[in-house]
């Protein structure tokens, strides 16, 4: 099967809140089943939202930051979970593959640790893998541990095969070619980048690896942020988006054929042909004909 459909779920959170964020998710599969999606792609950390606090507040308010993180933590997913279990099982019900943003525990030693962590689900409902984010970019770092090598891998799907990178991991040129050797047809490019630049920068991924890039970024009200959290306090006075979202789905001729979809919440459709790439291949395929294995070498450290 080469003609499929993809969507871009440009979602807001429920905000800390894992439970009524997982249940939301589950929603927004059920709803791409039911339009014949046969994948669908979250925002960056949408369980259970991106934290921005982390541009608003100095490190040097150590009471403040541990509350917003022991909260952060608690809402976290641990791979697999209960969320996970809900989560497959309405991908399983839909019919669709998934790729969904998430903080995630590092349940394999402390759990007390968080990585910013993209889930893979099969069609069928099984966890097909994970990736985890390279390099936080700036304050970030508070937040989130760094990923390694092992998590570059394309997965197979009813909709082709899908790999994955986070946000400005999609400026790493060597970590781009990674997943272009995985052989992906379908690049999940979930942000928190909402800027032109990133639009471009997409279209530009897209038209060198050849491929299909879902750019999925959240649209995030202020009034998504509950009261109870201090931070929302330090936004300019007047401020009604956070993040306006701009997600858009691009073809492998750097064509952005659905959205960019602009302060509103909304699942953006796109009909694809897969034979799109290999058209898009005849003049120049990057880990092909254009790849000269006898000038370049290129290998990935799996681990760190």
């Known amino acids: 099967m080469t003609k499929i459909k993809v969507a871009a779920a440009q979602l807001s959170p429920v905000f800390l809140n894992k439970i009524k964020t997982v249940d939301k998710a589950c929603d927004a599969i059920e709803k791409a089943g039911e339009n014949d999606a046969n994948l669908i792609v979250f925002p960056e950390a949408f369980i259970s939202g991106y934290p921005d606090w982390i541009w608003l507040i100095p490190n040097s308010k150590g009471a403040e930051l541990n509350q917003l993180y022991v909260k952060l933590v608690e809402n976290a997913v641990s791979i697999p979970d209960n969320s996970t279990h809900k989560l497959c099982e309405a991908a399983k019900k839909a019919g669709v593959s998934v790729v969904i943003g998430m903080h995630e525990r590092n349940s394999e030693t402390s759990g007390s640790s968080l990585f910013n962590t993209l889930l893979f689900i099969g069609e069928q409902g099984e966890i097909l893998g994970k990736h985890r984010k390279l ?106 988006w956070i993040n306006t979202g701009n997600s858009c789905i691009i073809s492998p001729k750097g064509q952005i054929i659905a959205g960019p979809l602009e302060a509103e919440e909304g699942i953006l459709y796109a009909d694809i042909d897969l034979n799109t790439i290999t058209e898009a291949k005849r003049m120049f395929d990057v880990v092909g004909h254009y790849a000269r294995p006898d000038v370049f070498n290129f290998s990935v450290k799996p681990n760190q």
């Open 135 to 240: 390099i936080p970019t700036g304050g970030e770092r508070l937040i989130w541990a760094q990923g390694d090598g092992s998590s570059f891998k394309a997965y197979d799907t009813s909709a082709g095969k899908i790999a994955g990178l986070i946000c400005w991991e999609n400026y790493m040129p060597l970590a781009r070619n990674a997943v272009y050797e995985t052989g992906a047809q379908i690049l999940a490019a979930p942000t928190w980048d909402k800027s032109p630049n990133w639009l471009q920068s997409m279209q530009h991924v897209a038209r060198e690896g050849g491929l299909f890039v879902v750019s999925t970024c959240m649209a995030l009200n202020i009034n998504d942020i509950p009261e109870e959290f201090d931070f929302k306090k330090l936004y300019p006075e007047g401020r009604k």
